[in-house]
DNA sequence: ACCTTGACATTGG
DNA sequence: GCCAATGCCAAGG
């Protein structure tokens, strides 16, 4: 049984985040069974490739704010992302206690099996 | 092989 | 709240 790269484990977690939910950049890196290495997640997010299909708009600080410079484009891009699931953000915050994703990790388990 | 770069998190003041 | 210091480490140069 080898690894996958770590990119890879990275994308594959972002992916399973539910419609109308977020995640943090340290829960992803600890359910990919990365603790600690929250950077690498958003290192991982600027590196997705052209074309794949990937939420990375759903990835938030710990605090739920956007993590790109207020009033950039791009995160007045993820805004209107994260508005297009009923994600709502005030002062380049998401509120987390309605909006984040709390997995069921038997569940998350078996969705990776695929 | 060394150095730098990150879309971060936590802690302590 | 704010800020600075510290830890983290794969990738790319």
């Known amino acids: 049984m080898y690894e996958l790269?770590?990119?890879?484990?990275?994308?594959?977690?972002?992916?399973?985040?539910?419609?109308?939910?977020?995640?943090?950049y340290g829960q992803i890196s600890d359910l990919a069974g990365l603790p600690g290495r929250a950077r690498l997640v958003g290192k991982s997010l600027s590196c997705v490739p052209e074309g794949m299909s990937l939420p990375w708009y759903k990835v938030l600080r710990s605090n739920g704010q956007i993590a790109f410079p207020v009033g950039s484009a791009q995160s007045q891009k993820q805004i209107g992302l994260l508005e297009q699931e009923d994600?709502?953000?005030?002062?380049?915050?998401i509120n987390l206690k309605i909006f984040l994703w709390h997995p069921d990790l038997h569940e998350l388990l078996w969705k990776l099996e695929y």
Do not use: E, H
């Open 5 to 24: 790269p770590t990119y890879t484990k990275i994308w594959r977690i972002v992916q399973l985040i539910p419609f109308g939910k977020v995640a943090s």
């Open 87 to 93: 994600i709502f953000v005030f002062n380049n915050r």
